[in-house]
């Protein structure tokens, strides 16, 4: 306990003894009589706390648990935690939670990726489990109620690999994966994709879960991404026919654009001449620049490469799937400006 020690100070009054000279007496002036209202001395009042009051962790049997939220959301600095609190156990003493927990820290789970896995039902759940990727989550491609958890969220999952975003990298560290059943898409012999599209409701199944955790580990709109978001140039899931719009409509997560912010660059006076611009370096190293602001890992060169083109199409299975051409046109590039607007970079 501590201890507090009272310090008294001492004041002294000092006179000097030097004699003085006499002086004449004034003659006093009355002064002016004045009515003066006395005031009742006010005591201080003290500031409000700003320290949050701490919920109890809970004891069920041998596990701790601690699942409220107590610090500031909108700097992403939360405290939640979700299942036990896994603590150490020093022989011969006790770990004791009475200042649990500090609000110096966040969550792992800082995104939310989704997946399609390219295989069925049963290939999915075996690879998934038993090999070197894995997820967080599976939803399976049965019209039931149930969805497979595969990795626990406080630990990581191989889900993403080679992945990048808004400058943030391997993204396996800090996100949850979802995998999806879904065949992925078969290609003809012009090399043409052509997508499977998702059951009603197993898009209610994967809406549920992503809205579940989005409210848990208040992820921002900017991080519920796909795969062929953060590795553009080799993937393309969960591909063009996942309905990333509604998802947004909907159950209000992840990233949509305006459509009045979208028109007003569409019929901006600089996109009357927009086709010939695009053969011109300046103007491909700035939409370059503006996908990579937006979040995408593009090296910005001037010229339209590979990995250009690959990552256009990555943005426009996301926002303007009905044409996916790869090609940077008026419409994407409208679209384009208008998600900068809403959603800029920090």
């Known amino acids: 306990m501590r201890k507090t020690f009272g310090i008294i100070g001492l004041s002294f009054l000092v006179f000097s003894c030097a004699p003085q000279t006499a002086q004449k007496k004034k003659p006093e002036i009355p002064k002016p009589t004045t009515t003066s209202t006395t005031k009742t001395p006010v005591a201080p009042q003290k ?8 919920p109890q ?3 069920l049997g041998d596990y701790d648990f601690f699942t ?16 036990s609190i896994v603590s150490a156990n020093p022989s011969g003493y006790t770990i004791a939670k009475t200042y649990f927990p500090s609000l110096g820290q966040n969550y792992r789970q800082r995104y939310i990726i989704l997946h399609y896995t ?3 039902d049963e290939r999915s759940v075996r690879v998934l489990t038993t090999q070197s990727v894995s997820s967080h989550y599976l939803v399976g491609d049965q019209n039931d109620k149930e969805i497979y958890q595969l990795v626990d969220e406080n630990k990581r999952a191989y889900h993403a690999g080679i992945s990048s975003w ?16 879904n065949p992925g898409y078969t290609t003809d012999s012009s090399g043409t994709r052509t997508f499977y599209a998702y059951p009603e409701w197993q898009f209610r199944k994967v809406a549920a ?12 709109p900017t991080n519920l991404l796909g795969h062929s978001d953060i590795s553009p140039t080799r993937k393309q899931d969960p591909g063009p026919q996942f309905p990333w719009e509604r998802l947004y409509t909907e159950y209000g997560v992840g990233m949509w654009y305006d459509q009045a912010t979208k028109d007003r660059f569409l019929n901006a006076p600089e996109s009357q001449n927009f ?10 190293f700035k939409y370059q620049t503006y996908l990579n602001q937006f979040g995408y890992g593009l090296l910005r060169s001037g010229n339209v490469d590979s990995a250009t083109q690959k990552t256009i199409e990555a943005f426009q299975y996301r926002f303007r799937p009905q044409n996916a051409s790869g090609v940077m046109d008026l419409e994407t590039w409208a679209i384009l400006q208008a998600l900068l607007e809403k959603y800029p970079a920090k």
């Open 118 to 120: 390219a295989l069925d």
């Open 209 to 220: 879960l992503v809205k579940d955790l989005v409210d848990r580990y208040q992820v921002p």
């Open 68 to 83: 409220v939220n107590i610090a500031d959301a909108s700097k992403n600095d939360n405290t939640i935690s979700h299942g």
């Open 57 to 59: 962790v809970k004891r």
């Open 47 to 54: 500031a409000a706390s700003t320290t949050p009051v701490k």
């Open 166 to 181: 808004r400058g943030i990298e391997n993204l396996n560290d800090t996100s949850i994966g979802i995998e999806i059943v």
């Open 275 to 284: 086709e010939s611009q695009l053969l011109d370096s300046t103007f491909i």
